[in-house]
């Protein structure tokens, strides 16, 4: 029945963050037609939290084994850290800022995973 996930991130400058992923980020790639890079993207697990909100939306975070190694080796590329690490207690957070605008989660889970 379902044979995978597609996640999808806007950007004001899509060419710069594709190149982002596939740089700096690293993320293998195929080219869909001109340019066009679909990623492969590392394993994957869902969350589903409780809302009030008819229209709450849907976030998308990376996840790392340690993200104060993950921190250091992203800022020797010249990424930029839009807060710095918090214990959220289901994790260590952060994010980073995306080309084009918006930011993008990282964590450290301290949760089960079933990966």
């Known amino acids: 029945m379902i044979t995978g996930t597609h996640a999808v991130m806007y950007s004001k400058d899509a060419p710069a ?3 982002f992923l596939r740089d700096v980020l690293e993320f293998d790639s195929v080219d869909a037609g001109g340019g066009w890079l679909i990623f492969q993207l590392p394993p994957a697990e869902l969350g589903v939290h409780p809302t009030e909100a008819a229209d709450a939306g849907h976030e998308l975070y990376l996840m790392c084994d340690d993200i104060h190694a ?3 080796e992203l800022e020797g590329k010249g990424v930029e850290f839009v807060r710095p690490v ?3 207690g289901w ?3 952060t994010a980073i ?7 993008l989660g990282i964590y450290e889970p301290r949760h089960a995973s079933p990966n």
């Not at 800022?97 to 930011?103: A, M, S």
Request: net charge neutral; hydrophobic share 30%; charged share 30%.
């Open 97 to 103: 800022r995306v080309p084009g605008g918006g930011q």
């Open 86 to 88: 918090e214990d959220a």
């Open 17 to 19: 963050l594709r190149e």
């Open 70 to 72: 993950t921190v250091k």
């Open 91 to 93: 994790g260590l957070l």
